[in-house]
């Protein structure tokens, strides 16, 4: 079967800060044959200055865009889009209007990749702020009874990069918590902007407990994941289009004249496929 | 104590074409006390012509003027505002940066009246298409256990009141059914465009069962837990600030420049207290 | 709609010794147009020196006298009767036969209200001996995923008022416990007897955690659902009566000679209608 | 170890229409070193012409004297007693108050048989209006997910055994549908005076299906439970008493002026041991 | 009801070093009329140096003989087997191919056991490693809401016995801890090889905590289980053969050649009955 | 990074009779880069004339092999193995001992699968006889609420391909009823012997319900799955090995003289990267 695969990887925020990191980690991790873009929301209609989504406020500011995001995604033909967001926000939306286009988050993307090497998980947070929300979600998925602890680090998304020796030092405090208190058999980095730091904390749990504690980064399981239903596509297993997942007709759209045009992106880093 | 109350009934749609239809049911069905105000989105921010909330895609474009909207309604004084959709769209969002006002939903307002009365409950809807992502609410609700049935009665939202002859019918073939086949104990109108119908089907089904199956109108029990709401707030009960409850800081808001400025309603009914 | 209501306020004891405490918190927080009674058992049924419910012997031993005023409160014309214990004991009895009164509880009363303005709630109550009872009411509400914990003081409900300074000092420590260690968003006061503390305790929680934490006094949250089912039945939403609503037989009740009779009350204060 | 052993059949009413045919029961499947009392509640104060517990209403009438009941088997040195009606009725208030005799219910210990044999089980039971608050019960002690369906048969308490023929043909219908539409592996009679129909509808649905069908006669369960729960107390496993296991002290019974002196039974028929 | 009884406890092991210690733990424990076989497996198909079952990887090499164990011990008349280890390993394969023959497990029936005098349980383990698997068990079976902990004392099945003062140190620790911190109200004693010390455990929780903590030992659980489900057979409530409960096809068996002949067990005590 | 990934389908019988079936999927559906070996179990120690896992006694004997076998991948390179029956029978054993090879199973894979392009599913399995274990299985990971039902053909494992247009039919008629009655928004095919249908039977529900409906082939899953957790390896989120995935000392196995040498497979088919 032919491998390649064109996936976006949408960081759902108006600010393009943060862009050039999503694209060195997909550089990193992609497969081969697959050309990732690396995304971010039109700040015209996104304020651009909005760094994080910490608050359910501010998500409400970009569900209608990432949703748009998600059928232009369709209309250009790219195979899986990943939105790049510990929430999932807008995940069931987006895929709704995404026509054959899969669309996947990074919770879910994370939780799925822990259960694959572990029996259960804990998420490592920024801010106590965000335990309710993520877990309802993760509750909603299901895994419920796999999730042994959130810990919170007492950073906000925009700390993660700050001081990262500080943050390593956090994260390395929160992950042997979990493992030790909550019986954590695996760590999730529960923020996308957590990213970079998956590999040295693993390293560090294997010298404290003598054995292997999976870290799983979100962006980079959300990378995967959008490869995978990308593979999924290939295969047929598309979108289903019944009961719940059924789009609105595309005359209605036209008649309340939404959905109309071309979504344009802020900003956009095109990652090649190898070779 | 004082039973002065105002209180919003947000039409989160960018049409005020249903708006007379709420205010109609205010006049009858609110306390002495309460003023009420029925309000409908900005027209020039939400598509006017959307005229229904039955597809997630169309929620998603609501969302963000929802969420401005409960902030404005602090902001006016208002002691609670309800979001008339059965979805409950955006409730947390709304609630989180609602400051003192209470926010509440159809949905959830319409269990909490039905179990006030019964063991259970059925929820009629217009389509199935409505069933996962509603029956995903009313398990987070923590009410899956309760939940009989959903019946679609293959009508959607605007065809609520085009044949309301035909509509009756079928609202009581699906309450008898519900009923009859789901031992359902209470009947939910499942749309806030269920409005009208709720004291004839349950004097239909009073003769078809020869007892009492109280039939809720979601619209009636979203008003009459915003007033509820309000009595919490004389009370002293307002939102909680902590943890998954904390809005966002005034400063960063700001900073970022979103909700700054007043929220212009599209359309505005007041409905005065009585005398 | 007119705002006349008529309810009761049932303490579910043989003795009267509490009456007035449930009185005066009716009046000063009673809708206006409510009028309220405050009853209590027949002392000559229930014995009249049990002051506390606080096992489920005692319980058992008002359950009858329970139901049976629900079926009084029926007859002499209450649009609804709170059973003023946290247990909630005999709810769903006493409902069955009710007629078209609607029947709520504390318990319940607190949850819902609790949960208006968070997502989630710790209950405070006096000894360990309470929680697994309580515990198990709360999940066959459904309501098992928002309790964040319970939180006992060491107190016997007799023993509330003895000290209140002490009271005063110990519901802090558990209060301050729940939200610190357990991440509640809300305080419920899981006795009728803590009555009198939760102004004082939310205003002290502002202070610790700079933010409010509604404290939901469970005598006042029956209160205010007992109004709010008596505008319930206003709009016709009375009690099922099919399947599991379904009441016996007037005329078995006959046959078997039970339910004959009007219930007489041991104690009944009358709180009217403002003006 | 002594397999001498005490226990009561308490049917919780105040007629002893019933007791004999208990008392055969007894009889034929007790073990050979097993006394029996068959004893029912005193007819001076349960309303002795009330001949069946199938409304909420009735066993509200009969929990404050099966508690007595329970203390007074504790006080005769009883090992164990079964309570006699599915509902398990003061199941969990009776064994606080019971010192070391273990407390045990039909419903409970029929669910425990028939999933020794089977994965899953259906309930057939009289009317429906049973099945909402039984299937309550069954998900507190945690089967919700082996429960298959609950079957009504139309008929009252008793009625069971007015028309024996007509109601093996209902209990087979029942029992069929049971197993062909809900894929039940077991049977439960949901109501103990199903007492005597187990065996031919065991047969029948083994000539139905060509293949074993366990039927658990809830009667019968709830005896051989309490003589299993009579040889834990020889063991040494009587009730916790430590939380919500904890009895009301002595002195504040006494204080109260409740449960003192000896509890009367109405009727006691006395099934002594082999040989 | 004729009382005789035979019952096997297997040992799921090819070891037979413990089976002297079972042989004593029934001799004690069981019903006079019982005859009790200890049997381990068989040495020559099971490694006979492993000891003991704590890895999911050793478990996995004795499922095959467990299941032919309890076909054989179909085929020998015996009324009920009882599988000797905590995880009831192979419990439901065992149940599909053994006839008439009940298969019982220590954990179902110690949870049973515990349910009868208490509202729920923790259970001490030897390791951590333990407890995810057999937290997995408690939920399926329905438990989940009753278990208060997992306690471990860092001991492995073989060291239980080796240092019986400082075993004893680190169960009551183990279970004050459980009753303490958890509020369990009675503690389980999650190893087969726990044998022997819950008499003593039972009277140092009573002891420290001024009441009854029921502690109880999984094996004779087990036994009595068994014994019980001997009893069900008497009934005539043996295994299910439909559904999920339906056995493979006697001459598939023999077309494929597998559970031929006789299964040989590895050694074999036999208890009589009494007298 | 590099996409060279070397993966094991074990076809977990003694029977090779199934693996070119199994060898053609890998071929049509394997990435690129991807080395595939399909093998079956060794027929010497595992009876070679059973053809199918239908029965929960044919997998006990089957369950040591397998384990054996995913250790065995684990020494010989492989990134990751999938255990080919829906069942995933010893999958949580098998990734205990299987190092940093990760483990898959269908059933799982599948569910993953379907979730990714759809809000639930329905699994069509052959006989009823299966569902309850496999309802077990799902509930276990988490997936029971987003199950919509199963629905079986009435066909044995080896039936499947024994008339294909028959299985045709009646996969379409198991289909159909899925997504109209229970509302299935996605299908599973639940045995890997229904390898080869999807494609038209995906086909036919399009035309059916006039869009798409998504039917997962569980082989292909597995094999996708083996492939994406092949990448996870890459990344480095292998095997935890902390708490419940703590493998056996090798010491131990060497003293109870367990899993050593090298294990046999049956037949092994070799497929190789393309290229």
């Given at each position: 079967?032919?491998?390649r695969?064109k996936v ?82 807008a ?21 799925t ?60 405090l ?28 693993q ?6 407990f ?11 399981a959300?990378l ?31 008649r ?20």
């Amino acid at each position: 079967m032919n491998a390649r695969t064109k996936v976006m990887y949408l960081n759902p925020v108006g600010t393009s800060a943060y862009d050039e990191v999503f694209a060195d980690m997909a550089r990193k991790f992609k497969c081969p044959d697959t050309e990732v873009h690396i995304a971010s929301l039109n700040p015209n209609s996104v304020a651009p200055e909005m760094n994080n989504l910490e608050y359910r406020a501010y998500e409400s500011l970009i569900v209608a865009d990432t949703v748009k995001a998600a059928r232009q995604a369709a209309l250009s033909g790219f195979d899986a889009m990943a939105i790049g967001c510990f929430y999932d926000p807008a995940l069931l939306d987006a895929r709704e209007i995404s026509g054959d286009t899969a669309i996947v988050g990074p919770c879910q993307a994370s939780i799925t990749a822990a259960l694959n090497v572990a029996n259960n998980f804990s998420i490592i947070i920024g801010r106590t702020k965000w335990e309710d929300q993520m877990k309802q979600t993760v509750h909603e998925y299901g895994y419920g009874q796999k999730l042994a602890s959130f810990e919170a680090v007492g950073l906000r998304v925009e700390e993660f990069h700050r001081n990262p020796a500080e943050t390593r030092k956090q994260l390395e405090l929160a992950a042997e918590r979990a493992v030790e208190e909550s019986k954590a058999e695996s760590i999730i980095l529960g923020c996308t902007l957590e990213v970079g730091f998956y590999a040295e904390l693993q390293k560090f749990l294997h010298g404290r407990f003598s054995a292997n504690v999976p870290v799983i980064d979100c962006s980079i399981a959300a990378l995967k994941a959008a490869e995978g239903a990308a593979w999924q596509k290939r295969i047929g297993w598309t979108n289903s289009r019944v009961w719940g997942m059924e789009p609105p007709p595309e005359s209605e759209l036209e008649r309340f004249g939404v959905f109309r045009g071309d979504y344009e992106f802020g900003n956009l880093i095109k990652v090649p496929t190898d070779g």
